[in-house]
């Protein structure tokens, strides 16, 4: 259920006095905090009595509360400012406290929703100080350089609205103490899904983003599946549904973070406090955690570990720092007082708006014999509590890395829950696609749906991984991720999911589909047929990229590190602000070909239009045969974590080192300049981005009469120059050419 603004108040007010007398006993656990905005959200995050690092249940409850839940066209703010709370560090067992840039002083901005058709216009107040230090904000700044951290702005991510003015511009500046108005408008046809906003001023991106200065934001869609309507055209919001009274599906936020706060021993100081064995980062009682910089912080450095002798690796993965969901480590989902019944379908909307690490989201069943428990398929809720304490304690008592991830492993090995997903970076897909682990990368989104098969423990893990398959991969490394908890589900009673398979797909694709079927017994055809197969085509957007191509458009990403400081370059360069690297023309079809060196891999993000695969090569080879399955060579590689992706519309993307993403965009709606990059955000600040424009067809008639204009007149002033000794004037060539090609253009 949808909240309403009467409701939230209602339900706010009781709750907190209602938990208030079980603070005492619930305090020291870990509650999952959903940034949902349905009044389901909100019942279960008032009853849990946790603060979760924070201030109080109180602070706790209004972090978590959604702006413009209804979705109809609102006014928001947000204040950018410092934040001190609390995070949880499973190494110590403790709370360690931290200061980190914030929006309204909570671990994670607040979900935003907004409805097709509808205007959002939020205001940004930046409340942070002016006291950068100067060598952080140098007038003459370098713009390979991560600089002015207290200067701020704000991306809409993967919406589809207007890149100029007060829109998603993120070439907009918000000074300390300024504010900035936004306003956008979401076109009537825009897909609903599941998007994100965060910080995005270039120099300062990463700082903001992995201290926490990112939110959900939701487009909710009521366009329904009709005869004779074309494909894409409908929403699937309509159809995620129970079968009694049609009430949607229960949802779940999951915005995953990487907070990587330090401590120092000196106010002047950068380089975080560490453990002189294993070199893991500390934080003493008293310390409060900081990111200062990107020297030691946000950087890719030498390992100082004895079995990573010799090797470069992010500071993220030296640090120790655990992933956290909705600004908590290893909450207890769905909260710490309530169950997720057996048999029940749940929406996860999941936003990967961390930094520095690939996160693999697999759910498993607990093994309650590896807690001394007897297991069966019909415990009670009583035995499920047991379960989690115990699996609470053990994991507690693992203190060393080596014992936590042999505890882990013995716990955390039963039956694999298939996640159904459906959409990708908020874009509904061509049909669902069960997975075993679902690979998410800084800027992904990822919907799915999943069932619980009987009641019990079981555990969200972010599995372990070939360094080949991560953002932090090393050339010539074949070090695993280590496998990592992200979460403990408790699921109670309910109606066991029959073991029941239709051919190659597993019980939980027949439980679902049959259950989407029940509840959609009057959807139009051929939307009612597709669904028997969890085909999506009436709901899946349709990029119209099959006409003719305009142009194509290489695209690669390098570190140059024969600089004298290495340098993050797109096609050999680092960003400069006042370069538009390439113009494209509304209403054009582009094919881009993107790809990595070997050095490293990289996260693909454009702003504005999303683009369709159309094919992935690993090397000079296509990953696809002729039916758009992965070939043989490329499922023995191990990695198949391309094969589903032909024909699939995003607009983040990991470039894996040896491969190429062929993908073609069409340019709709809106001209203006807006931003590729890295979503590997300290490699954005330290130059891996290039300006985009995109002009009207007249434009660019104009700019190409207006080209072989000024390639002569500056080699005729050249020519002159040189004869008098005088220094060419850029911005006097500028306009000769432009008043000679208007003269041109007007002769014609």
């Known amino acids: 259920m949808r909240l309403k603004s009467t409701t939230l108040i209602a339900v706010f007010s009781v709750s907190v006095a209602a938990t208030a007398a079980h603070a005492q006993s619930t305090a020291a656990t870990r509650s999952f905090g959903d940034l949902g905005d349905t009044s389901d959200a909100l019942a279960d995050n008032t009853a849990a009595s946790a603060t979760n690092g924070l201030a109080s249940i109180l602070q706790r409850l209004q972090c978590l509360l959604p702006l413009n839940p209804l979705g109809n066209s609102a006014s928001v703010t947000l204040t950018v400012k410092k934040g001190v709370y609390g995070i949880y560090n499973p190494e110590t067992n403790v709370y360690d406290t931290v200061s980190m840039r914030s929006y309204n002083g909570c671990p994670t901005g607040p979900t935003i929703t907004i409805k097709q058709g509808a205007t959002l216009k939020l205001t940004l107040k930046n409340a942070l100080g002016a006291n ?58 825009h897909p609903s899904g599941t998007f994100w906003y965060h910080a995005h001023l270039h120099g300062s991106t990463a700082i903001d983003v992995a201290s926490g200065m990112a939110g959900v934001l939701i487009v909710r869609g009521s366009r329904a599946a009709r005869n ?59 310390a409060t955690g900081e990111i200062r910089g990107y020297t030691n912080q946000l950087a890719f450095v030498p390992d100082p570990r004895p079995d990573h ?37 749940r929406r996860l909307r999941m936003v990967h708006g961390g930094n ?34 115990s699996a609470a304690s053990k994991l507690v008592n ?28 908020g874009i509904t897909m061509p049909a669902m696609v069960e997975k075993d682990v679902n690979s998410m990368n800084p800027g992904y989104r990822s919907d799915v749906l999943v069932a619980f098969p009987s009641p019990g423990l079981y555990c969200i893990l972010d599995e372990a991984a070939s360094s080949s398959a991560t953002i932090n991969f090393r050339p010539n490394s ?46 139009a055809r051929p939307a009612k047929d597709d669904l028997a197969s969890l085909t999506l085509k009436a709901f899946a957007p349709v990029a119209a990229v099959d006409g003719p191509l305009d142009k194509t458009v290489p695209a690669t990403f390098d570190i140059n590190v024969f600089a004298p400081t290495p340098q993050f370059v797109i096609n050999g360069k680092p960003y400069d602000p006042a370069v538009i690297a390439y113009t494209g023309t509304l209403g054009h079809i582009d094919e881009w070909d993107v790809q990595a060196t070997p050095l490293a891999t990289h996260v693909f993000h454009i702003h504005t239009n999303p683009f369709k695969i159309v094919d992935i090569k690993n090397g000079n080879t296509s990953i696809y045969d002729s039916s758009g399955n992965c070939t043989a060579a490329e499922i023995a590689t191990g990695d198949e974590e391309y094969c589903n992706l032909r024909g699939v519309v995003r607009d983040t993307l990991f470039i894996k080192a040896g491969y190429t993403l062929v993908m073609r965009t069409k340019y709709e709606d809106f001209t203006g300049e807006f931003v590729m990059h890295c979503h590997i955000l300290d490699h954005e600040d330290r130059g891996m981005m ?18 072989p204009v000024r390639l002569a007149s500056d080699k005729a002033a050249g020519w002159f120059n040189q004869l008098t000794g005088r220094k060419p004037d850029p911005t006097q060539l500028a306009l000769s050419a432009a008043m000679c090609s208007s003269k041109y253009f007007a002769a014609k």
């Open 228 to 286: 004779g309507v074309a494909d894409g055209s409908a929403d699937i919001d309509t159809i995620l549904h129970r079968q009694l009274f049609n009430l949607p599906f229960r949802e779940h936020v999951m915005l995953f973070q990487q907070i990587e706060y330090g401590c120092f021993d000196s106010a002047s100081s950068d380089v975080p406090l560490a453990d002189a064995k294993t070199f893991e980062w500390t934080c003493p009682k008293g």
């Open 690 to 707: 290039e300006n985009v424009s995109i002009v009207s067809p007249t434009t660019a008639l104009l700019q190409r009469i207006a080209t």
């Open 398 to 425: 693992a203190t060393s890395k080596t014992s936590q991830t042999t505890t882990l492993d013995a716990i955390c090995s039963g039956e694999t829950v298939k996640q159904l997903e459906f959409a990708e970076d």
């Open 309 to 345: 002798a010799g090797q470069l690796n992010s500071t993220w993965a030296i640090s120790g720092r655990y992933t956290q969901i909705n600004g908590v480590v290893q909450p207890v989902f769905p909260s710490a007082l309530s169950f997720v019944p057996a048999g029940e379908i």
């Open 356 to 389: 520095r690490d690939t996160i693999n989201v697999k759910i498993v069943r607990a093994n309650l014999s590896a807690l001394g428990l007897a297991d069966s398929q019909s415990l009670s809720a009583t035995q499920v509590n047991t379960a989690t304490n």
């Open 132 to 189: 950068d230090p100067p060598d952080f904000c140098p007038p003459d700044v370098d713009h390979s350089t991560p600089h002015c951290f207290n200067h701020t702005n704000i991306h809409t991510h993967g919406l589809h609205v207007s890149p100029s003015g007060n829109s998603d511009n993120v070439l907009l500046t918000v000074l300390p103490g300024a504010t900035q108005a936004y306003s956008y408008k979401i076109p009537a046809t």
């Open 478 to 523: 074949s070090k695993m991720k280590d496998r990592r908890l992200l979460s403990l589900a408790r699921v109670g009673p309910g109606v066991n999911i029959p073991n029941t398979t239709v051919g190659a797909h597993s019980k939980y694709w027949q439980y679902i589909r049959d259950q989407l079927l029940a509840a959609n017994a009057n959807l």
